[in-house]
RNA sequence: UCCUCAGUAGCUCAAUGGUAGAGCAUUCGGCUGUUAACCGAAGGGUUGUAGGUUCGAGUCCUACCUGAGGAGCCA
């Protein structure tokens, strides 16, 4: 029986006759000869087709095939300079699985689309090679973020998606029906139930899907994205900074080892990722504040930076920013305020750069019990709803801290993307909830 | 939610207020090394929807719908 290989495997088997399973990616042909190229999901392979050592039937069968028609192709596999990947099949059988029809081809032709048509068609866009390549960085960020953690000591602790109530008490949140009369809410950040398992196990980490109802319309922003949550207990900001410039320079690196073709086939500069070294570029709020008003920025001490601050703050730096120590007044009721100044708080963000913005969030915790209730009080929330999470400051607290990195921002960047939508399979926005 | 821009063939786009067109895709024909193959021919339209101005509207005006980019907020 002919042996059945992926196409990447082709080059182990030149000079070998195998079987491929895949699909029609394209056809070129004249009267006498046809190149059906086959995408298996692992690469391109162009097969040739030469009537004259074929029967009639088949050659006719490959000549009048459609566009990403099934099919499983037999034959000999050659190196070839000519062919893109440098492998080649001189094809000698094939099986069509299911063919296209010409009344209905295939939507997605080899020309430009526009956005709404391809986002219409996201189930089918997903089979063309650069999503195919955005989809296998994503894959490598996400294998190199669990390997960094597994390997560093932390414990997976994956956190409710079905919360009672805000986190955060800021942020608008999807409301779903929970049975009989009760309302639940969709997650956006399992840091509070983190909190509670880093007191558990010292030091854990959650990995899973974040929602937020925010009608936010920009290219930065989905409604449901992937999240990566560690938090330590015994831990301080400099541990929580030191952390997070860690696992990005081991994502990198990760990536560049592994995803050297799809970057490549991305057209991204890797040389600026290879740039991406510790310890990167660290920056106290107050300095930012300066250095904006400094470029002419409007910035008033006390506000949050905005789109165009953070492309200003970053436009010198070859790598990461770190910017800690915000003012208490925009962040949320949780953070630990600075022993030195109480105005600000020990929370720090992490700026991509190349104009990638905020990617990471996260700082030290409040872990004193009254501190802790005069914020909630502070911020209006309902007390009743944080019970638990009060608990955790009465039973053995400790300074803890961690932070939250969005995937798909992390993906765009590393990928050198124009928008975020195309980090995910299935991107969930503003007005987007098809397919 | 606000601001800006766009909507014409399956797709990407053209068309001074005066007969709606091209490339790709599809169908038919040709071509033995193609690289988004090429050459020839054919079919394909309620110009987003509803009103209005005008002798005449794809084009101008109003409202709505849909989409894109940005703002605020955030990862």
Not at 308 to 337: H, N
Not at 397 to 422: K, N, Q, S, T, Y
């Amino acid at each position: 029986m002919t042996p059945r290989i992926t196409i990447d495997e082709a080059g182990k088997h030149a000079g070998e006759t195998v079987q491929i399973a895949g699909w029609l990616y394209n056809l070129r042909r004249s009267g006498k000869i046809a190149f059906p190229i086959l995408r298996d999901g692992h690469g391109l392979m162009q097969c040739v087709a030469v009537k004259s050592s074929l029967p009639e039937e088949l050659f006719e069968t490959v000549k009048n095939l459609t566009q990403e028609s099934s099919i499983i192709v037999t034959g000999k596999v050659r190196a070839e300079q000519r062919a893109p990947g440098g492998y080649e099949m001189d094809l000698e059988g094939l099986e069509v699985v299911q063919r296209v029809t010409e009344a209905d081809p295939y939507p997605i032709t080899p020309k430009d689309h526009g956005t709404e048509f391809l986002m219409d068609h996201r189930h089918l866009w997903l089979r063309s090679q650069r999503q195919h390549a955005i989809i296998r960085v994503r894959h490598a960020v996400i294998k190199a973020v669990r390997d960094y953690f597994d390997s560093h000591g932390f414990t997976l602790v994956d956190t409710p998606i079905f919360t009672p109530a805000a986190c955060e008490g800021t942020t608008t949140l999807f409301e779903v029906d929970y049975f009989d009369d009760n309302k639940a809410y969709l997650t956006q950040s399992g840091q509070l139930y983190n909190e509670a398992t880093a007191m558990a196990f010292g030091k854990t980490y959650c990995f899973g899907p974040t929602f937020r109802a925010e009608k936010s319309k920009t290219r930065r922003h989905l409604t449901e994205f992937w999240m990566v949550e560690p938090e330590m207990a015994y831990a301080g900001l400099e541990d929580v900074k030191r952390v997070a410039e860690e696992m990005l320079v081991y994502i990198v690196g990760h990536v560049l080892e592994t995803r050297a073709e799809e970057l490549k086939r991305l057209e991204r500069d890797v040389a600026k990722l290879e740039a991406i070294q510790a310890p990167f570029a660290r920056m106290s709020y107050d300095e930012a504040i300066r250095i904006l008003q400094a470029k002419g920025s409007e910035i008033q001490w006390g506000s949050d930076f905005g789109g165009a601050d953070e492309t200003l703050l970053t436009e010198d730096q070859k790598g990461p920013l770190m910017v800690d120590r915000f003012p208490a007044s925009f962040k949320a009721f949780y953070f630990e305020p600075a022993p030195d100044n109480p105005d600000v708080v020990l929370g720090v963000d992490v700026l991509a750069p190349e104009g990638y913005g905020e990617i990471i969030g996260g700082g030290q915790r409040i872990y004193d019990l009254d501190l802790l209730l005069k914020r909630i009080e502070d911020h209006k929330l309902p007390k009743e709803a944080f019970d638990w999470y009060i608990d955790l400051r009465k039973y053995g607290a400790v300074p803890h801290g961690g932070f939250g990195m969005g995937i798909e921002r992390c993906v765009a960047w590393i990928c050198g993307l124009e928008h975020i939508r195309e980090t995910i399979a299935f991107p969930r926005m503003l007005y987007r909830l098809r397919p």
